[in-house]
């Protein structure tokens, strides 16, 4: 079955780094871009970043713009946000899907998954 599942969340404190993995399966990877979205409580979900299925382009949200990059290791099935100068507004749980569109405001997501918890405080 089509998976995704994120790992890497953890409570660092502001201006820390993470990286959040993104492990596939289940469809054929190199084919898809990967969207990053993530989620606060009572909040809708956030588009964050998303990376070409070459990994050619990349798309950030502006308030990550600068901070957040986006990467992919198709060999491994895998693809990765690297998070840097965190701040306490990044807090939320992280979520990759993937869609075969990377062009789109509305992609056709594959799976969600559970996420991963970033908390950033102090």
């Known amino acids: 079955q089509v998976q995704l599942v994120e790992s890497g969340g953890a409570l660092v404190q502001p201006g820390g780094s993470l990286r959040l993995s993104c492990e596939a399966s289940?469809?054929?990877?190199?084919?898809?871009a990967i969207w990053w979205y993530r989620r606060t409580p009572g909040k809708e979900r956030q588009f964050v970043a998303?990376?070409?299925?070459?990994?050619?382009?990349?798309v950030y949200e502006d308030s990550v713009k600068g901070r957040f990059t986006a990467s992919r290791d198709n060999d491994k099935n895998t693809a990765y946000l690297q998070m840097n100068s965190l701040k306490p507004e990044d807090t939320a749980v992280y979520y990759c899907?993937?869609?075969?569109?990377?062009?789109?405001?509305?992609?056709?997501?594959?799976?969600w998954g559970q996420g991963t918890q970033v908390t950033v405080s102090s």
């Open positions: 899907n993937a869609a075969l569109a990377f062009y789109s405001d509305y992609p056709d997501l594959l799976s």
């Open positions: 289940g469809f054929t990877f190199g084919d898809y």
């Open positions: 998303r990376i070409s299925r070459g990994a050619t382009m990349t």
